[in-house]
């Protein structure tokens, strides 16, 4: 094949635990008897509240085909680039593992807010019946040197607070707030989703709500933005970048001899523009190397109509102003282009692009 997938999960193949019934068709197309893919498959998701192995498994037995955790692209799967914080002393936020997921990407000194939390056990006041009865002051010697935003926490107004006591203490957050330390410790980020679809009738919060609440609180705060070092997960450019690399993997190890000219992205939303961020000076120059060898030539969407996208709603006759005002729901620092959020095919589910995809590959299995 001179051509390969890379396929979202949530409103793609599932929503929430529940596979889509054509996700499991397509899938049986794109493997043999032996359950070998015909095709390079990478999924691509946003989620970030497990190890790769973990979700390879639920997506095997969701969609009933073999699945390695080298096919599967988490939001934070590119932070194993980012060697420069891999010695330093990080906090991270999220759900899940959070310590086995950042010690696996090669983070050697994570510290949850959990943890914080319990080092400084004033900190943490909004919810009464979590003060501490007994005020006390807790010596502690380390200082954060930066942040990961892995995905969106439990206790939002608990992550909010020691996260801007972070940055307004220069990584002692015991100390009294300095406004003059500008720009703050360094941050990254995962997932900028708005929202994503579940089980539900409606799309739920999702890391990117989590985020833009951090963002106006810092503002507020300091009267200044919050800056990111890197922006990972849908859209951003490092993202694709690291997935075709995974690609291209998959194809030297099934000794593919044909370049790998498209990629086809099964998606529930339109593009969501390109960040102009600080990334390439933090990946190491090995990494920069592998992703900037035997690109793809074309990368082409195809909207799928079984997430977040409604087929039947109105679009307005001056789309690109009203687009603008009222509908981008991308990141604050993303560049938005009208033309980025068209999809090349939209089609009624992951079966049909499969079929699509075929049809347009001239590739019979």
């Known amino acids: 094949p001179s051509f390969g997938f890379l396929f979202d999960i949530d409103g793609v193949l599932v929503r929430g635990k529940t596979p889509i019934p054509a996700a499991k068709t397509a899938f049986q197309k794109l493997v043999n008897s032996q359950g070998q893919f015909l095709v390079p498959v990478v999924f691509v998701t946003n989620a970030g509240d497990c190890l790769r192995q973990k979700k390879a498994d639920q997506l095997s037995h969701l969609l009933g085909v073999p699945i390695s955790q080298d096919q599967v692209m988490m939001s934070h799967s590119p932070l194993r680039m980012f060697k420069r914080y891999h010695e330093k002393c990080v906090l991270v936020s999220g759900q899940g593992p959070l310590l086995d997921i ?13 943890t914080l939390r319990e080092k400084h056990p004033l900190l943490d006041v909004v919810d009464h019946d979590r003060r501490p009865d007994v005020l006390v002051s807790v010596w502690v010697c380390f200082k954060i040197l930066s942040i990961v935003l892995f995905g969106e926490p439990v206790r939002w107004e ?25 720009p703050h410790i360094p941050v990254l980020a995962c997932n900028m989703d708005l929202m994503w679809m579940t089980e539900a009738q409606s799309p739920r919060f999702g890391h990117g709500t989590f985020m833009v609440c951090l963002e106006n609180i810092y503002k507020k705060i300091t009267g200044k933005d919050l800056k990111y070092e890197a922006l990972m997960g849908k859209p951003s450019k490092l993202t694709y970048q690291y997935a075709e690399y995974l690609i291209r ?19 529930i939303a339109g593009g969501g523009g390109s960040a102009t961020l600080s990334q390439d000076d933090e990946i190491g120059s090995s990494w920069e190397n592998e992703l900037a060898s035997a690109a793809a030539a074309h990368c082409r ?5 079984t997430g977040v996208y409604n087929p039947h709603s109105e679009v307005p006759s001056d789309a690109p102003e ?8 991308g990141h604050r620092d993303f560049r938005f282009d009208p033309g980025l959020v068209e999809p090349d095919h939209i089609v009624p589910d992951v079966d049909a692009a499969v079929d699509l995809v075929f049809q347009l590959e001239k590739f019979a299995p």
């Open 322 to 329: 009203t687009i603008t005002e009222t509908v981008f729901h």
């Open 249 to 267: 993997a998959q194809t030297a190890l099934r000794q593919w001899q044909q370049p790998i000219e498209t990629l086809y992205a099964a998606k």
């Open 102 to 114: 950042a010690q696996d990407l090669g983070f050697c000194q994570p510290i949850t807010i959990e």
């Open 158 to 182: 608990t992550n909010l607070q020691l996260i801007i006591d972070v940055l307004l203490t220069s990584g002692y957050p015991g100390n009294p707030y300095q406004h003059e330390n500008y």
């Open 301 to 305: 969407s195809v909207l799928v109509c």
